[in-house]
C-alpha cells in the first residue's frame, strides 16, 4: 500500500527551527517527485517546496527561500524539509506528496497524490 507519512511539526518561537520528514512506504521515492504543501486555517493550499527526481534539484516558493532546505535520503525512503527562522506566517499544516516525473516544474500541486494526513507547524511566543 502506497502511503505517505508527515512528522516534525510542533511549536516553535518565531526565529526557531523544526525539520520535517515526509517518510514513504509501499514506493520507492526515488522515482518521484515529492512536493512539500501547506494550508493555513482560512487560506488556500499553497506549494512550498518540490525535489526532483533526476538531480534532486530544489525548487521553493518565494517566501521560504533562504529559509528552508529539501533533501531527500534514499536509503531511508524519506524527503526532509528543514525550516529556519520560522515565522508566524509559516504556521500551518503541512503536507506532502508525490507526483511521478522528471524535474519539479511548479508549485501548485497539479498532479500530485497519495497526499499524507499532515504536520501542524506552530508559530508563536
Known amino acids: 500500500q502506497v502511503q505517505l507519512m508527515e512528522s516534525g511539526g510542533g511549536l516553535v518561537q518565531p526565529g526557531g527551527s523544526l525539520r520535517l520528514s515526509c517518510t514513504g512506504s509501499?514506493?520507492?521515492?526515488?522515482?518521484?517527485?515529492i512536493g512539500w504543501f501547506r494550508q493555513a486555517p482560512g487560506k488556500e493550499r499553497e506549494g512550498v517546496s518540490c525535489?526532483?527526481?533526476?538531480?534532486?534539484?530544489?525548487t521553493y516558493t518565494d517566501s521560504v527561500k533562504g529559509r528552508f532546505t529539501i533533501s531527500r535520503d534514499i536509503v531511508k525512503n524519506t524527503v526532509y524539509l528543514q525550516m529556519n527562522n520560522l515565522k508566524p506566517d509559516d504556521a500551518a499544516v503541512y503536507y506532502c506528496?508525490?507526483?511521478?516525473?522528471?524535474?519539479?516544474?511548479?508549485?501548485?500541486?497539479?498532479?500530485?497524490?497519495?497526499w499524507g494526513p499532515g504536520t501542524q507547524v506552530t508559530v508563536s511566543a
Open positions: 506528496a508525490r507526483r511521478f516525473g522528471e524535474v519539479c516544474s511548479d508549485l501548485t500541486g497539479a498532479g500530485f497524490g497519495s
Open positions: 509501499g514506493f520507492n521515492q526515488g522515482y518521484w517527485l
Open positions: 525535489i526532483s527526481r533526476s538531480d534532486s534539484s530544489a
